[in-house]
C-alpha cells in the first residue's frame, strides 16, 4: 500500500508562483507513474501533470503547460509540482497520486483515476 501526504498548498496572487510536494511512503522505482490531479467545486475532478518515474517523460494538461512543471526527487521519494503565473481557474483542491500499473498510466491520468491517493492540499489564486 502506498501512502502519499501534499504539501505546499496555500493562497496567492493571480500570477504568483506556488509549490507542491507529495511524499510517497515507499520507493519509486515501486511506482510506475505519479501524477497531480486538481478538483474545483462543483467540477470534476482533472489531471493536471503525470510523470513517468522510469523514465521521466511527462504530460500536461493543456490548461497548465508552459507554466506548470512535474518533476521527482527520487532520493526523498517525492513528487513536486512548480506552478507559475498562477490564475484564479486553477483555484482547486490539488492531489497526488501514484500507480504501479505502467500500462494504464495515461488512461488513469486522463479518466482521473489513479490507484493511490493524497489527501490533497488546497489552491487558492486570487485575482
Known amino acids: 500500500q502506498v501512502q502519499l501526504v501534499e504539501s505546499g498548498g496555500g493562497s496567492v496572487q493571480a500570477g504568483e508562483s506556488l509549490g507542491l510536494s507529495c511524499a510517497a511512503s515507499?520507493?519509486?522505482?515501486?511506482?510506475?507513474?505519479m501524477g497531480w490531479f486538481r478538483q474545483a467545486p462543483g467540477k470534476e475532478r482533472e489531471g493536471v501533470a503525470l510523470?513517468?518515474?522510469?523514465?521521466?517523460?511527462?504530460s500536461y494538461a493543456d490548461s497548465v503547460k508552459g507554466r506548470f512543471t512535474i518533476s521527482q526527487d527520487n532520493a526523498k521519494n517525492t513528487l513536486l509540482l512548480q506552478m507559475n503565473s498562477l490564475k484564479p481557474e486553477d483555484t482547486a483542491m490539488y492531489y497526488c497520486?501514484?500507480?504501479?500499473?505502467?500500462?494504464?498510466?495515461?488512461?488513469?491520468?486522463?479518466?482521473?483515476?489513479?490507484?493511490?491517493w493524497g489527501q490533497g492540499t488546497q489552491v487558492t489564486v486570487s485575482s
Open positions: 515507499e520507493y519509486t522505482y515501486n511506482i510506475a507513474c
Open positions: 497520486a501514484a500507480d504501479h500499473r505502467g500500462g494504464y498510466c495515461l488512461l488513469g491520468f486522463a479518466r482521473g483515476d489513479l490507484r493511490y
Open positions: 510523470i513517468f518515474t522510469g523514465g521521466g517523460r511527462t
